[in-house]
Structures are given as C-alpha cells and as structure tokens.
C-alpha cells in the first residue's frame, strides 16, 4: 500500500529527475519558442489543437523546434524536408515511438501496430501486415469498392441528410468483407459494426492526449489494481477485444469475400500456419486494418463531400472530366482512374535536423498541418483549395512522393495507403458522375455554405462537423443505372 510518505518521495524524486533533465548540458538544441517554466517546460503552450501554435511558431523559429514536456524533449518537423530527411533517410533511428501505457501496453496488450515500440513483435507484426496487403492483393478488391460505392451513391439519393451514416456504413462494410469476408452491410447499426466502434470509443479515450497520468508519469504502471480502475478497465478490455478479434478473426479464415475473393483474415491465417505470426498478433493484425482503414476513409470522404459543396467550381470541373473520359453511359470503373487526372488531385488536395543536435529519446512529430500548407511547396497560395497544383501543364497528375506524406513518413507509414486511396478515388468518382451536390438555402433564399474551419476532434483525428446538404441525380437515368448495378449484390 502507497502511504503519503511514500507518495511524498516519489514526487520528490520525479522532480529531481525533470529538473536534472531541464539542467544538464547539451549540444545546441533547434530553436524554441519562449515561455518555458521551470520543470514544466512548455506544458502549457501545447493546446488542444497541437498544429496551430506548431505552425505559428515555424515561422518566426524555422522548420525544426524543439519543446520542453515536462523534462520530455519534443521536437517538431514542419516541413516536408526536414520530415523525410529525418523519418525517411534516417528511419533506422526514427521508427520508435513513446510509450502508450494505458493504450498501447494495457488495451492493446503491445499488439497494435501503432501503438507498439520498434521491436521484433513489431517487425513481425509489420511484415505480415504490408505482405497481405501487396498491389496484387490490393487489386482483388476492386469490385467490392465499386460495389460499396453503388451501395452509398443510393443511399445518398435516397437519404442525404444521413450523410454521415451513409459513410459510416459504407466504410465500415468495405473494410469487414475486405478483413473478414461479410457480406456488404446494408446498415451502420450492424452487430459487427457497433462492435468494432465500441472498441473504436475505448482506445480513443485510452489514448487521447492528456488523458490519463500514464502518459506522463509511466511509474504508474504498477499501481495496484485496486487502486486503479483505469487499470482494471484497460486489462479487461483487452481480454475482451482478444476474444472478440479471435472470433472475427477465425470466422473470416472459413470464408471467401461476397465476390470469392480471399479475405485477408484467410491470409492471415496462412501467416499463422506458417508460424510467421501467433493467432492472437493475427487477431490484433485484423483489428487494425479493420479500424484504422475505416477511420482513414471515413474522416477523408466528409472532407471531401464538404470540399465539392463549398467549390462548386471544383465540382464542375470533376465533372466535366468524368464525362469527357468516362461518359454518360455507365458507372467509372478502376480501369478509368488513370485518365482521371483532375478528380485524383481533389483527393490529394484535400489532405488535410540541420545543424541542431536530437538527443537520444526526443519525441519526433511530422507536423503534416504545416507540411500540406507549406508555401515553399505549393505557392503562395497554399491555403486556398487548388487541385490544379497537383497537375502539369498538360494536365498530367504529377506523381509525387509529397502527396502521400499524410499517410506519415519512414517505417510508421500506414501500410494500407493503396487501398485508401484506391477507395477515396473510386467513391469520389463515383460521387461526381452520379450526382449533383449543393448547399440549402435559408428563408432569404441565401446559400447556406458549410463552415470548411468546423470541426470535432475524436482523438488525434479531426472530423468535418455536421453540415446540411442537397443531392439531386445529375440525370434522370442515373437511379436506373444504380438499380442495374445492384442487382449483382448479394
């Protein structure tokens, strides 16, 4: 049992750490902002949301800063030069990350790949993971994207005020059959989906920033279970989520996607067979993919929706493309993507170290906010909505490796990258040959335009915030091609 004379001692000695921490000498350190309080350090000027003082900061101290979290040395790359040369080139001593507790050690039982610590659970964990999800297999789900995106067009015609749940069930759907070979679900309130979002809610709140003492105080790890529900509640979490994931994970082994496609669950199993991975790192594996693809997916589709109502110049000019390569006389297909050159740059669009010493156990962040608004790459009007950047002068997408850094940088990058993006393109050309999308009018008549600032945080990821919308088909034959197409949908 902890005493107050024992609790006394360790703040005692928690303070000697960080003030030795504050104190000792060092080689020169990247600039840093002012404002720093003893022991501290700039605990108080890191907001809620981190990226804006990050990017006010980098233009008065330049593209690297360093940051004093109590005694916890952060630094902070807000440019994508200094990301890539430090989580690209030098990956080999970047591809740590710092401890999650509550999260990463309790919840996740060290078996969630973003959470984990670079170590060979991980390595593993990450081979298996980028194998399964190889172009050639990647491919194989083409006609189940198309198939989630027929679902969602009617959907959208049928119901557009539920935009949201719209999304939800389309990207929820997409990536159960993909993992676990579900048959498409035809709503958000399914059994499996309200199971995966409950796991969802819990690891967020486990691991939102500043939520738990863990986070800074890592020692209390071994407090005693009765003297920590939030202990007690994390283990038993992942006793659950293990069985659950286990279950799912099992199920989809003995099936085939609705289309016969084999699922990743079946690859994963080989994985296990093989003894590349345990059933449990299988499960956890699935998981994953599961939520981190549904996450991705489903925050960039609002952003994107809100970026074709507010643009509607951008909007027409998708469309204008869509026609001139696809026509009027059937769906877009994958086969039709390269030609798209215009409606893959609204997708990159919408996107939302040098000389200085890094000590050992800095905690690195790619501040991508800055990077996707950085002037020196994208001109001096950065913070406008231009998909045209992204084209040469012949209207060629340029490919660059700058558009896909918000997928992150070095061995942390999200293994699923494709098959998101093969889905944000597939689903927005879809969007733009099927429908005509504006914003309501008030009692004045008067456009009511969303708000592109609003927004709801759910942890580290921001949402567009809830906003009203009117979807017309752009000809009178498009809900007969939809029927068409759902009629092969089992």
């Keep these: ?31 840093s902002p002012p404002g720093a309080y003893p022991l501290l350090g700039h605990v108080f000027q890191v907001t809620k949301d981190l990226w804006i003082p990050f990017t ?15 005694g916890q040395p952060m630094i902070v790359l807000n440019t994508h030069k200094a990301a890539t040369d430090l989580l690209d080139r030098r990956s080999a001593i970047y591809s740590d990350r710092p401890r999650d507790i509550v999260g990463g050690e309790m919840l996740s039982g060290s078996h969630l790949m973003v959470l984990s610590a670079y170590n060979d659970r991980w390595r593993r964990i990450r081979r298996a993971a980028h194998d399964i999800l190889s172009a050639s297999v990647i491919a194989k789900f083409q006609a189940l994207q198309r198939t989630e995106a027929t679902l969602f067009l009617d959907d959208m015609l049928n119901a557009p005020e539920k935009w ?4 939800d069930r389309m990207t929820s759907s997409c990536m159960l059959t993909m993992v676990y070979g ?17 796991y969802v809610k819990d690891m967020t709140e486990a691991t939102a920033p500043g939520k738990n003492l863990t986070q800074v105080i890592p020692v209390l790890k071994y407090v005693p279970l009765w003297l920590a529900p939030w202990k007690r509640a994390a283990l038993e979490g992942h006793e659950r989520y293990t069985a659950l994931f286990t279950k799912f994970l099992r199920e989809g082994m003995n099936r085939t996607a609705h289309d016969g496609t084999q699922t990743l669950a079946g690859l994963l199993g080989q994985k296990v067979a093989q003894a590349s991975i345990s059933e449990k790192e299988a499960a956890w594996i699935g998981a994953a993919l599961m939520t981190a693809g549904t996450e991705a997916i489903l925050t960039a589709l609002g952003w994107i929706l809100q970026t074709l109502v507010v643009y509607p110049e951008v909007q027409r000019a998708g469309q204008q493309e869509i026609d001139r390569v696809v026509g009027r006389d059937r769906l877009p297909t994958f086969d039709d993507l390269p030609n798209l050159h215009y409606v893959r ?38 913070e406008v909505f231009n998909p045209g950047r992204y084209l040469d002068e012949k209207g060629q997408l340029r490919e660059n ?18 098959f998101a993006n093969n889905t944000l393109i597939i689903t927005s050309a879809y969007m733009l040959w099927a429908l005509n999308l504006t914003p309501p009018k008030d009692e004045r ?32 034959d498009v809900p007969s091609f939809l029927a068409a197409a759902k009629v092969s949908i089992s």
């Design 1 to 31: 049992m902890l005493n107050l004379d024992s609790l006394y001692f360790i703040a005692i000695g928690l303070c000697v750490v960080i003030l030795w921490r504050n104190l000792k000498k060092s080689p020169p350190r990247p600039p």
């Design 56 to 70: 006010a900061w980098k233009e008065k101290y330049g593209p690297v800063l360093y940051l004093n979290i109590l």
């Design 164 to 167: 949201q749940e719209h999304f």
């Design 182 to 198: 579900t048959a498409p679900m035809r709503s958000h309130d399914e059994p499996e989906i309200k199971a995966i979002m409950e």
């Design 345 to 382: 740059a609204i997708v990159f669009e919408d996107d939302w170290y040098e000389g200085y010493f890094l000590e050992k156990g800095s905690t690195v962040i790619a501040n991508v906010w800055a990077i996707n608004r950085d002037p020196d790459t994208y001109g001096p009007d950065a």
């Design 401 to 418: 490796d700058i558009n896909q850094c918000t997928y992150g940088f070095g061995r942390r990058k999200c293994v699923g990258r494709m």
């Design 445 to 476: 008549g008067v456009d009511i335009i969303p708000d592109i600032e609003a927004y709801i945080n759910v942890g580290l990821i921001r949402h567009v915030a809830p906003f009203k919308i009117n979807v017309e088909p752009r000809t009178p």
